[in-house]
């Protein structure tokens, strides 16, 4: 019976309300209302259940099922209140879990104690085994455990009787409908290849996002849709399998209709999920978050677990989607409650919290992040490095009015050229003309993967990485741009494209185009590096702290050192495409500007001081203001924990403030211990040579954990775990939503929330997917109800 009991996946759903006459809210009655039930979203709190008489009676034994099936609901790694007793304080202890381990149930809601098993089949005895006390009000009288005892009673108690009745029910032998439906074990046999067949179908779909049906399903239709031919195509490959499946299956056995599909990917989701929630166990974690609209105008939102592994590795996992009809931060917070209360997750093991930085989610009094850290002020917000960098460089291209400009004229120049067929056929056809008499004059080489056809990018305001890409493809192809440009110009079909292919080849045939085009391919190209590296999931804070230093660094070195070389490439790229190079010693003449009450100053001093150390220096001061957060004493105190350079960053009374951080793991008494443990920690490992190559934070958890010095210095790895939790970049959340319009396309715009969400689940986590066999995906399905009673 233990298979049956084993904790799963738990969902939350707030009971109806009813009042009485004097308007005191009420338990709902069987005879007030039977309340439609959704057999996924089934209460797991049980302060928040309502009666199992409640429910229609049709129901009732497919919700006692799907009950025991997920277990009691035992939220272990909750911090569980304290009630004063007299002069003592007492509270739930989790460790009678592990005593009545198979019916105990604890409510977040009502801080109050309750059997499941009772709440299934309960058999009215009066006040026996507690009365109601451990089905509709709770047990809350901590000081009195054997209490428990009593509510078990004798063999023939009703706590008893209730489990006997579970046992009857989830024994698929004596199930009526089970033993009406006894068939030969040919016939059992033949329904295993067919389920098995129907799941390694569904398995390819998933893995490769692809849709489930087709316009035309029937028999004659040359196309029913991927899963059918594909079942179809397993069938002809495979003799076993052809003979129980399509038009050799039962009728109502054929394992084929849409509810079915469903069904089982349904149960690839559950069991992937739970994969992913045994994984975390009672570790600490962190959530990332971000928002976004499906193709059909739904707000959904993803969220992603990151927490480190068994084996010290930093793991960010995708736990859902869901769909919120507002994304105000109160919206977001039910939203965000509901998904831990289903999955089992308590908001107090939650020690990060990181967002794309959109005002709903970081607003000071109000947003998520203050009514998360209201709830649990431990839960730690780190602002994503990745769109910190996005801001710095929006800040730059909106405060120079000359770079602004850039931008301005390069998106209008991509549009014109790109913005039709023909016209990108001709600037391809343009560039290689050019590449094959670059290759002639020796001006290229020639060989494998060389040379390859490329195209004009176009920008996109919200990843700043795209502009350093469409910078780089128009210097590629200026020549081919200026050719398509001057074609426009004459041949194009109306007066007004004319015009502007007109100024834009006035604009780009300039000094100043080609100085401000090759000054942002620059800048970029340093800011470039960071933003690639803040995309990979594994990214630690220290890293990131260095790297945005990194890029500092090489700001100051190009605004010191970098002028000449970029005047002699801005010069050279000038001469190349017959463009006048201005002489720096001549008067600068600003365009579009009266001569007269100008103050006189030489090329030098513009293209110089007003626009290359201007340039830089804005960037480097959004850099730094952007960044504030890595300066801030938490994070300060993390990089202590670089083990870089023989761990020369390290600084004990630091490390122990950043355990200060945290007291909940962190009390008193073992502070004193750490400080202890730290001084022999770093003699320790410094004198370990399998320690002096690390790199990262990251490297270094995984090496103790291959060293097993975890166990060794317990509290050290723990300060190093917290650390590694906190999040850099949201770049995984955006992942999710990629994939979610992979999967909910143009075609796919119906698909309902709860399958997108179990396709997303399969589809971005592929390798807890693939470690699922397809026996557990069938115990899975078989515990399910489906919607035509065959099974």
């Not at 009857?168 to 329904?191: A, F, G």
């Not at 084996?311 to 994304?327: A, D, N, P």
């Not at 490992?685 to 270094?700: A, D, M, P, Q, T």
């Amino acid at each position: 019976m233990d298979k049956y009991f084993k904790r799963k996946a738990m969902t939350d759903l707030q009971p109806p309300i009813l009042k009485n006459d004097n308007h005191d809210q009420v338990q709902p009655t069987s005879k007030s209302i039977q309340p439609e039930v959704n057999l996924t979203d089934l209460p797991a709190d049980p302060g928040l259940r309502i009666r199992i008489s409640n429910y229609n009676p049709n129901d009732q034994d497919e919700i006692r099922r799907l009950y025991l099936q997920k277990g009691p609901c035992q939220p272990r790694n909750h911090d569980f209140p304290y009630t004063k007793f007299g002069k003592q304080l007492r509270r739930f202890n989790p460790a009678w879990f592990n005593e009545y381990g198979s019916w105990l149930e604890y409510s977040i809601r009502k801080d109050a104690a309750f059997c499941l098993y009772c709440y299934l089949f309960r058999i009215d005895n009066g006040e026996q085994a507690g009365g109601e006390s451990f089905v509709v009000e709770g047990f809350k009288n901590w000081k009195k455990k054997e209490k428990f005892e009593v509510h078990v009673g004798e063999p023939n108690s009703a706590h008893n009787q209730a489990f006997t009745a579970c046992q009857d029910l989830m024994n698929q032998k004596q199930h009526i409908r089970t033993v009406m439906r006894k068939q030969s074990d040919q016939s059992r046999r033949d329904y295993r290849v067919r389920l098995n067949a129907s799941i390694d179908c569904i398995r390819f779909i998933l893995r490769q996002g692809l849709a489930f049906r087709g316009h035309g399903e029937s028999e004659d239709s040359n196309n029913k849709g991927n899963f059918l031919e594909l079942l179809q195509f397993l069938s002809n490959h495979n003799e076993s399998i052809r003979n129980v499946v399509l038009q050799n299956a039962p009728e109502n056995l054929k394992l084929t209709a849409p509810d079915i599909q469903k069904d089982i990917v349904s149960a690839v989701a559950t069991e992937t999920t739970n994969t992913i929630i045994n994984g975390v166990g009672d570790a600490l974690f962190a959530i990332l978050i971000d928002e976004s609209r499906d193709i059909s105008i739904k707000e959904q939102m993803a969220v992603v677990l990151r927490y480190v592994n068994k084996q010290g590795s930093v793991t960010e996992r995708f736990l859902g989607i869901v769909h919120v009809h507002e994304t105000t931060a109160i919206s977001l917070k039910a939203a965000i409650d509901e998904l831990f209360s289903k999955h089992g997750l308590s908001i107090s093991r939650l020690r990060g919290q990181g967002y794309d930085g959109a005002s709903n989610m970081q607003g000071e009094f109000n947003g998520l992040k203050t009514l998360i850290m209201k709830e649990n002020k431990y839960a730690f917000y780190v602002h994503c490095f990745a769109h910190q960098l996005q801001l710095a460089l929006v800040a730059v291209a909106r405060k120079h009015s000359q770079i602004c400009s850039l931008f301005s004229t390069v998106s209008n120049m991509v549009n014109v050229v790109g913005s039709s067929c023909k016209r990108h056929d001709i600037l391809q056809e343009k560039q290689v003309d050019k590449i094959i008499e670059a290759l002639k004059s020796g001006e290229l080489l020639s060989g494998q993967g060389l040379n390859q056809e490329t195209s004009l990018k176009r920008a996109g305001d919200t990843r700043w990485g795209s502009h350093y890409g469409t910078l780089l493809s128009l210097i590629v192809m200026f020549s081919s741009v200026i050719s398509v440009l001057e074609i426009v110009v004459t041949d194009g079909f109306s007066m007004e494209k004319r015009g502007d292919a007109l100024n834009l080849l006035k604009l780009a045939q300039t000094f100043d185009f080609v100085f401000d085009l090759h000054l942002m391919k620059t800048i970029l190209g340093i800011t470039n590096e960071l933003s690639k590296a803040l995309q990979r999931k594994e990214q630690d804070i220290v890293n990131a702290m260095s790297l945005v230093q990194v890029s500092k660094q090489r700001l100051q070195m190009m605004r010191d050192n970098g002028w000449d070389s970029l005047l002699i490439e801005v010069s050279s790229f000038c001469a190349k495409e017959n463009i006048p190079v201005l002489n720096m010693d001549d008067k600068f003449v600003a365009p579009g500007r009266s001569r007269r009450h100008v103050e006189e100053i030489t090329n030098l001093h513009h293209y110089r001081a007003e626009l290359f150390y201007t340039t830089i220096d804005m960037q480097i001061q959004e850099l730094n203001n952007r960044f504030t957060e890595v300066t801030t004493e938490l994070l300060l105190c993390v990089a202590c924990l670089n083990p870089s350079n023989s761990f020369c960053a390290f600084d004990k009374q630091k490390l122990i403030r950043l355990a200060e951080f945290y007291p909940v793991e962190f009390s008193t008494i073992q502070l004193m211990a750490l400080d202890n443990q730290l001084e022999t920690y770093i003699i320790d490992i410094r004198s370990n040579s399998e320690f002096s190559e690390l790199e990262g934070i990251n490297n270094l958890a995984e090496k103790m954990i291959k060293t097993k010095k975890d166990i060794v210095y317990p509290l050290v790895y723990l300060l190093v775990t917290l650390a590694l939790i906190l999040p850099v970049a949201t770049a995984t959340v955006e992942r999710a939503f990629s994939a979610m319009k992979i999967l909910k396309n143009r075609l796919r715009n119906r698909m309902g929330d709860e399958l997108m969400n179990d396709c997303l689940v399969a589809y971005i986590e592929k390798d807890i997917f693939d470690s699922i066999d397809n026996e557990a995906i069938i115990q899975r399905f078989q515990n399910m109800k489906t919607r035509r009673g065959q099974l």
